[in-house]
Each structure stands twice: as C-alpha cells, then as structure tokens.
C-alpha cells in the first residue's frame, strides 16, 4: 500500500472482531484473570518486552489503544515495531538507557534539540558524549561507542544529514535519528540503515498541539528492549494520547504536504524582505550540497528558519509585533507557530556550541501551519516592515 493508504487503514487489525469503526480507548488500569497460572504467563512476557498472552494484567505492560497506534506507526515507517512513550524525551532517553548494555559513549551530531543536546551534556545518565559534524562520525567513535545519534532535518537550523552516510560510519554502532521535522511521509531513516527512527509524536504526529509523547520504530528485538525499559520506568503513554495520535495519523500526508507548499511559498517571500538576513529552508537554493531531496527526503518539510537584520532586539521586535502567527515552542500544529530558538527551545545549549551550528541570537524557527499563506505572509511582513521602518527609514518594505 501506498502511504496515504497506509496513514488511513494501519492499526485497524482488530476492528472487524470488535464490531467497531473508530477505534475505542481502552482506560483500564488493571486488567480481570481467569487462571493465575495463564497471567503469570502473559506478565513474564511482557515483562521481557513481548506482546501479553491474553490479560494484559496492568496498564504500565500493555495498552491495546497505545498498541494500535503504535503499529500504524511502524506501518508508515517501514519497521517491525514501534514503542510508544510518555514525550519525546522519555524515547530517546529509553534508547540512550538501552545503549548502555553496549558501552559508555555515545556520538552526536549537532544541531540537536536543545532537550537533547542538553541530556547528553548533563551525564544524567552516565553516558560520556562527544559531539561532532556529519563527516566526522568515524573519528569520534571509540571501542566503547555504543550510539550514534542525528537529527535531520536539524534543529533549529534545517540542517540535512545524510543518514546513510552517517550509518557507514558508524558501522555495527546503532545509529538513532530523531527524524521529528521530517515525518515518516517524507522520511523513513530505517530504510537508510539507521537502527532507531525517534519522533517527538507531539509534534506533526498528533498535528493539533494537545498531546505529548514520543515513539520509537525499529526492529521486533530492539523494541522488545525498549518495552523492557518502559515497563522498568514508567514512561508509558495514557491511552487517549493514543488515541488522538492514532486519528493524528490518519491526516498526516494531507496536512504535511499542504504545510509543506505554504512554507515553500513563505520561504521565498521572506528572502525577499530587507529586513531578513537569511532563510535556511531545504528546497531553497543552496541548502541542500549534498541533494538529499529526492534521495532520502522526499520533500523540504514545513519549517523555515531566517535570521532577522539587527541581530537579537529585532528578532524580538518581530515576534512582539506579530498578531496572527502564534509566539510558541513546538511545531508541526495545524497553526502557524514561532519561537526564539536561543532564547527558549535551546537555551540550555553551550552558546559557542550554538554559533558553531548557526543557531544565532537573531535566529526565528516558523513552524508553518494550514493557514492561508497570504495571511501568513501579512502577518510576517507587517512585522517585519516595522523592524525596517526604526532600523533604515530610507529601505522600501515589501
């Protein structure tokens, strides 16, 4: 089946034998036994990360809501399986604990999610971290290397990894690429030969900003670890955040690729403004040497970052004057959304990190939504009018 048809039919097996259509959210805690020796059964196997063997005796085990979207998932992104978390942060973190069986160190290329970056740096989790660029994974591995991780399209900047590149690097190291920004309509990283395809599910996902979780798709006896490790911490998802990513996927295509033709029109436009030092945006000129588009993405996606003349204040100035695009964290909601990515999503990060990778104080990340693109781009331009009307009364706005 073809992706659109896979977004709308996956995680249906069990509809007919329930005589449903729209899939039921099943809120049980715990769950009634017949024979103690049959249940006793069914927990070892889940508590060894496998499906339950009739009763799923306890929520934190095994949901059939949480379950159901999980195999859509893992349908749109070519895997076996997919696991299902609490956030996003609580699947990388799982995947992170996991590696810890194989070593102590673990390899990233930056930019990362703040949230990440800031992870690997705290040693919470007694991983030691170097971080590197994409052509230098090979020279920070070291015999204990037990992880690689990527992020691309990166953020904030839209930066594109080539993942296959990456995974001949690191060979029989697992490589996790947090493939948030991309989706699996545009992106499938297994299918390149990483061992993890992570997304924070709060975003695109669940598309509508009133959910939060993370999944992780990849092999039957990966995400058997994996559900071990959820079982161990707790970091399950409630069933209707199943639920609502479970009916967020089936519109997934649909909203991605009419999100994706407003940024590209919105992308150009903003190259266009004086006020605008830069659009980092993948389908625009330059942004993609290595041609990823049409190899491994098969699209730019839906969120454009530009850098605004006058450094910080002016940055600031846009977002104060703004009146249609929402000022917020997050990204891929039906609305458009705009942050300040050192002042908030990555505020945590080493600020020379940050120059390194180009994420600079003037930086804005837009996440483009649904809205009309005219509208937007009013919205946008009237702000950005005003920063070229204080800056240089003599420039004409556009």
């Known amino acids: 089946m073809r992706a659109d048809t896979i977004a709308v039919r996956s995680g249906r097996g069990d509809f007919e034998a329930l005589g449903v259509h729209a899939p039921p959210i099943d809120l049980s805690t715990t769950y009634p036994f017949q024979d103690l020796d049959a249940a006793t059964d069914s927990y070892d196997a889940m508590a060894a990360g496998g499906m339950p063997r009739g009763s799923s005796i306890y929520a934190r085990l095994h949901n059939p809501t949480v379950a159901r979207f999980e195999q859509a998932l893992a349908a749109m992104e070519g895997a076996e399986e997919a696991v299902a978390f609490a956030s996003g942060m609580a699947a990388t973190t799982a995947v992170l604990l996991e590696s810890r069986n194989r070593g102590n160190h673990v390899v990233a290329v930056r930019p990362l999610y703040g949230g990440t970056d800031e992870l690997l740096r705290s040693g919470l989790l007694g991983l030691e971290v170097t971080f590197t660029t994409a052509d230098q994974v090979h020279q920070a591995l070291r015999p204990d290397t037990a992880l690689v991780i990527v992020e691309t399209p990166g953020n904030p900047t839209l930066e594109l990894v080539d993942i296959a ?58 995400a058997a670890r994996l559900r071990q490790i959820r079982v161990i911490t707790g970091a399950l998802l409630h069933p209707l955040a199943g639920y609502l990513l479970h009916r967020g996927l089936q519109t997934l295509p649909v909203r991605v ?28 000129l330059g942004c993609d040497p290595e041609q990823l588009l049409g190899r491994q993405m098969s699209g730019p996606g839906t969120v454009v970052a530009f850098r605004v003349r006058g450094g910080c204040q ?51 990340r837009l996440s483009v939504g649904l809205e009309d693109p005219e509208d937007i781009l009013a919205d946008l331009g009237q702000a950005l009018d005003a920063v070229v009307a204080s800056d240089s009364p003599g420039l004409v706005a556009v």
């Open 165 to 222: 590149a990456v995974v001949a690097q690191a060979g029989e190291i697992p490589v996790m690429v947090d493939s948030t920004f991309a989706t699996p309509v545009l992106q499938n990283p297994l299918r390149q030969g990483a061992t993890f395809a992570m997304h924070s599910a709060t975003k695109f996902l669940g598309g509508h900003g009133d959910v939060i979780a993370g999944v992780v798709a990849t092999s039957g006896d990966w």
């Open 257 to 284: 690729r009419a999100a994706q033709a407003n940024a590209e029109v919105i992308a150009h436009r903003l190259l266009q403004h004086p006020a605008v030092l830069a659009v980092q945006y993948p389908g625009m």
């Open 314 to 364: 002016a940055a600031q100035s846009v977002l104060r004057r703004l009146a249609l695009v929402t000022r917020a964290v997050s990204l891929g909601s039906v609305d458009t959304l705009i942050e300040h990515p050192v002042g908030l999503t990555h505020r945590l990060v080493d600020p020379g990190a940050l120059a390194e990778v180009g994420v600079t104080p003037d930086l804005l």
